[in-house]
């Protein structure tokens, strides 16, 4: 099959996601369509589709398939984070669970899921990727609940290790990430121990966006974020900064142990400790190791330059994918 251009991959790729979501069957196309308004950064698709790119820069059609799964892998997590949140804003629309209730934001997270692995089952010539087997999407999906599933064990636990805070991230964002880097280098077709340092640095880009996401609670506005904020520890989520502020400040550690601290101090606690400096330099870290794996890459100048963009999209810099 004919390999195609980047902008018109992108395009084949939010094509295909739209398609997915708007032709479904009529008992579930109110929802999907509801969905389908608010489109998200596409940074796991992009990440797919730049790492499948050759030295021309061109990609093969699979990538685009592969682009959009994960794509919906990433949006059916999201709808059932925000039943787990209780979260009634996502991507600046209201959420599914808000608007429809919890029963058919769960029936629509598993069917969107179901959508995912429709499409990579329809990947065409899969069988003539030596590697196909390895991108093992089922096994990053499982990394995915895994992840997510031990936060929830951790809820108020203000003993959280920051090992643990990483193991958590790590399933719950990096391992899609990761999955994202890993089949765009495969559908590139590169040899297995190029395929690995691309797999590393979606890891570690997966680790920064959480990382950085963390600190967006504190950071940013409703209107900027586009979903709830100053929330986080409301749910019982406990993030890097505030494992930090825990740390450094034992009598803000005994009152959130005595239940009584409200957002107020948990902000002052943030702030006082450095807990977003701490963060941002452990972003900085892993920035550090991402930019190391990206110069190994035996690629062109170019695409280094692009895989970086996407690393620095990660830590929150604005820039242009
Ligand atoms: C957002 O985290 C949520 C995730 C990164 C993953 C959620 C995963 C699950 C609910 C497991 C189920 C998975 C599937 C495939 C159905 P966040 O709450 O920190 O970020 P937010 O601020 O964007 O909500
Ligand atoms: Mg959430």
Redesign the pocket.
């Known amino acids: 099959m004919e390999k195609l251009a980047y902008e018109e991959s992108y395009e084949l790729v939010k094509e295909e996601i739209q398609k997915a979501l708007t032709n479904s069957p009529r008992i579930i196309n109110e929802y999907l369509t509801h969905l389908s308004a608010a489109q998200g950064k596409m940074i796991r698709a992009v990440s797919v589709l730049t790492c499948a790119q050759d030295e021309e820069g061109k990609i093969n059609p699979s990538a685009v398939h592969a682009a959009a799964a994960i794509e919906i892998?990433h949006l059916?997590?999201?709808?059932?984070?925000?039943v787990?949140?209780d979260?009634d804003l996502?991507r600046g629309k209201e959420t599914l669970q808000k608007k429809y209730g919890k029963r058919t934001a769960v029936i629509c997270?598993?069917y969107?899921?179901s959508l995912a692995l429709k499409m990579t089952a329809a990947i065409p010539n899969r069988k003539d990727y030596e590697d196909y087997e390895d991108m093992n999407l089922p096994n990053y999906?499982s990394r995915?609940?895994l992840?997510?599933?031990l936060q929830h064990i951790n809820n108020d636990n203000l003993n959280l290790t920051v090992f643990e805070y990483i193991k958590i991230i790590s399933g719950?964002?990096a391992a899609?990430f990761e999955a994202s880097f890993l089949a765009g280098a495969i559908m590139g077709g590169y040899p297995a121990e190029e395929i690995k340092k691309y797999r590393k640095i979606g890891n570690y880009a997966g680790l920064i966006f959480?990382m950085q996401?963390?600190c967006l609670?504190f950071d940013e506005t409703v209107e900027q974020?586009k979903?709830?904020v100053q929330s986080?520890y409301e749910?019982g989520?406990i993030t890097l900064p505030v494992i930090y502020a825990l740390g450094q400040l034992p009598d803000f550690k005994k009152k959130a142990a005595e239940g009584c601290i409200g957002r107020a101090d948990i902000n002052r606690a943030v702030e006082k400790s450095g807990g977003l400096n701490f963060t941002k330099q452990m972003i900085g870290r892993y920035y550090k190791k991402a930019e190391r794996c990206i110069s190994r890459l035996d690629t062109t100048e170019e695409k280094r330059r692009k895989i970086t963009a996407i690393v620095k999209k990660a830590t929150g810099m604005k820039v242009e994918l």
């Open positions: 892998i059916a997590s999201l709808v059932h984070d925000d787990i949140d979260a996502r997270g598993d969107l899921l999906i995915l609940c992840g997510e599933l719950k964002t899609l959480q996401d963390d609670d974020a979903k709830p986080d749910q989520v």
